[in-house]
């Protein structure tokens, strides 16, 4: 299988359409015959990183490659950037605010998710110009 | 138990019937933290929430649960219910609240286990028929 590309926008604060790319990817991957769990943790790993965008930077852009053996997420945005990445990687710990907590959003649980799901991740940031975040979930 | 078998006994209101009310149900999850359920909703699971929105049914979707059950009387908007509908998603009603409702399901899931041979379990699908014996 040769390697796949693909490329998504993600516009700010329109949740109406924030999961497509996850969606997309997550039917992409099934279609393959990827394994049920690794496609979970891809598309867990691309939603939370894809509504983090959304909530806390204004849209990005994700890019995707798909490899015989793993997948590879990057996703960036020009958003605030996130001052204290450590602090940001604790569970629970949320800027979010009001309105996107009362649909449900906020429990400072995405970016451990990420962690969790994905097997790994790097986050670069810097405040004022923007976050990258790569992830790669390999298939087993 | 099969999502059809557990409207029938619930009397849970059909928002959205899905793609496949056949489908098996493998247990209840309650949660209203996206999050939190995009990360613990079982596979197949049934989810109770309050929380009634398009993210809600992102989240089901992407965990693979079968049925996603809104309690005490939280309505979907267009949107949600266009994305419910072009996805296949079962969506249930109650006026119950998440515990009330859940532990309903749950028995309803038990009993369903403990009837055996499984055929027989048939006859008892008619809401009406009483089956206490
Ligand atoms: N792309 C981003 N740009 C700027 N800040 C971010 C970005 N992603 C995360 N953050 C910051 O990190 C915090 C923690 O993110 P995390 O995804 O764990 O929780 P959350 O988005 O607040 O809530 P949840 O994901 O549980 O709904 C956010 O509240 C926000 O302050
Ligand atoms: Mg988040």
Known sequence: MPSLHYEYQVSGDDF???????????????????????????????????????IHAGGGAISVEILPDQIAMELIDHGPGIADIGLAMQEGYSTAPDAVRSLGFGAGMGLPNMKKYSDEMTITSRVGEGTTVSMVVRFE | MKIQELIDKTRFTVINAGSDTGRNISKPYCCDLLSIAMSSAPADGIW????????????????????????????????????????????????LPVFDAALLAYEQLNAADASIPADESQTCRNPETTCDA
């Open chain 1, 16 to 54: 109406t359409r924030a999961g497509e790319a996850s969606s997309d990817i997550k039917n992409k991957l099934k279609q393959m015959g990827v394994s049920p769990s690794a496609v979970r943790k891809a598309a867990i790993a691309i939603y939370e990183g894809e509504i983090n965008m959304v």
């Open chain 2, 48 to 95: 109770f929430t309050v929380m009634a929105n398009l993210n809600t049914l992102a989240v089901a979707a992407l965990t693979d649960t079968a049925c996603v059950v809104l309690c005490q009387n939280t309505a979907l908007d267009e949107n949600a219910l266009k994305k419910a509908r072009t996805e296949g998603i079962t969506v249930l009603a109650t006026e």
